[in-house]
C-alpha cells in the first residue's frame, strides 16, 4: 500500500509523471517502462500518472478519452505489471470508488478543489488523495480542503501547485505558497508542466511554454518542493490532449539529474 512515508527521501524528491491522458495501451506501457528504468537508476520514488478520462474540456469536439473502464483497466494492467502505483484524476464523487480499484492515488483537479462531495468520496476510499491547489485560491485556503479530506479519515493528503490565474490566458506560480502549504504538515508537489498552461485561448486550444518547464522544476526543488507532477509524451506535438506543455520523453532524464543535483546542494 502506497504511503506517503515511503515517498519521502530526504536526498530526493518524488515524481508524478507520465501522459495527460491514457491514448492506448501501447504507448502507456512504454512510457511507464521508460521512466521506470530512469528512475530506478536516479533513485526516485515514481507514481505513474495518465487520465483515464478528461471531463474539462474547451470545445465539445475535444478528445476525452479511450473509455473509462478501458483505460482505467490499463492503469492497473501498468501497476500490476512493473509493481509501481499509479495515480489519475477524478471529477464526480462516482468516479473515486471506481477508479481507486485501478489507481493508488485520486487526484482532485485544481477546478474542483472546493467540491466537498468529491473530496469526501475521495477521501473515503482509503486511498492517497492529491489536491491540486486551484488556480482562483490563495495557497492559505487550501487548508480547507485538505481538512474536509482529514475529517473523513484520511491522513494521506498530497497537496499539489499548479499557477495561478494571471489575466485570461496565463498562469503564474508564486513560490511563496510552496513553504505555506507545507506547514499545513503533507506533501507538497509542483504541477510543472500545468503551471506553464496558456489557458482560454481563442482556438479553444491550450497553450504552453514547455522551454520554461526547466526553470519552474528548478525553481521549485530549490524552495523546498516534495514532489514534482511532469506530464510527458513521446512526441508532445501528437499528442491528444495538453501537447503545448509536456515535455518530450527524451528530454526527462538529463533534467531529473540536474534537478538532482540541486536537490543534493540543498
Partial sequence: MLTIKNLLQKESFFLLAGPCVI????????????????????????????????????????????????????????????????????????????????????????????????LIAAAKTGKTVNIKKGQFLSPSAMKFAVQKVVDSGNDQILITERGTTFGYTDLVVDYRGIPEMKAFGFPVVMDVTHSLQQPNQTSGVTGGMPQLIETIAKAAIAVGVDGLFIETHPEPSKALSDGANMLPLDLLETLLEKLLRIKKVL
Fill in 23 to 118: 491514448e492506448n495501451e501501447k504507448m502507456a506501457l512504454e512510457i511507464a517502462e521508460r521512466i521506470i528504468f530512469i528512475t530506478q537508476r536516479l533513485g526516485i520514488p515514481y507514481i505513474f500518472k495518465g487520465s483515464f478520462k478528461k471531463a474539462n474540456r474547451s470545445r465539445a469536439d475535444s478528445f476525452t478519452g479511450i473509455g473509462d473502464e478501458k483505460a482505467l483497466k490499463i492503469l492497473g494492467k501498468i501497476r500490476d505489471t512493473f509493481h509501481i502505483p499509479t495515480v489519475t484524476d477524478i471529477h464526480e464523487s462516482q468516479d473515486a470508488i471506481k477508479a481507486a480499484e485501478y489507481v493508488d492515488v485520486l487526484q482532485i483537479p485544481a477546478f474542483l478543489s472546493r467540491q466537498t462531495d468529491l
